[in-house]
């Protein structure tokens, strides 16, 4: 089993920054992908963001494409989501996930195994 706990998340307003941690413990294997994903209220989950197992590939949804930025410190077991020029309608809880994806399966939640309990992510205008 892996658990997966997201942290930095909070209350920001448009145009501001916050940087999320997930840390990853109990069967940990560096050799898989994470993920971000975020859900809004009455919307279904979506991708965000993931990143290879040893970061050499990233991939963005459009809407956060040059806002948002997605690494992992595999020595750490944490995974990061650095958003900058945040908008209110990036309003949601953030999940992170991890999973043995490929590429072609990063922008689907029944392609990870492991889902943290998500951190709400609020951005005021």
């Known amino acids: 089993q892996v658990q997966l706990v997201e942290s930095g998340g909070g209350l920001v307003q448009a145009g501001g920054s916050l940087r999320l941690s997930c840390a990853a413990s109990g069967r940990t294997s560096s050799n898989r992908a994470m993920g971000w994903f975020r859900q809004a209220p009455g919307k279904e989950r979506e991708f965000v963001a993931a990143i290879s197992w040893n970061g050499g590939s990233t991939y963005y949804t459009d809407s956060v494409k040059g806002r948002f930025t997605i690494s992992r410190d595999n020595a750490k077991n944490e995974v990061y989501l650095q958003m900058n020029s945040l908008k209110p309608e990036d309003t949601a809880v953030y999940y992170c996930?991890?999973?043995?994806?490929?590429?072609?399966?990063?922008?689907?939640?029944?392609?990870?195994?492991?889902w943290g309990q998500g951190t709400q992510v609020t951005v005021s205008s």
């Open positions: 996930a991890e999973g043995g994806v490929t590429a072609g399966g990063v922008t689907r939640t029944g392609s990870y195994d492991y």
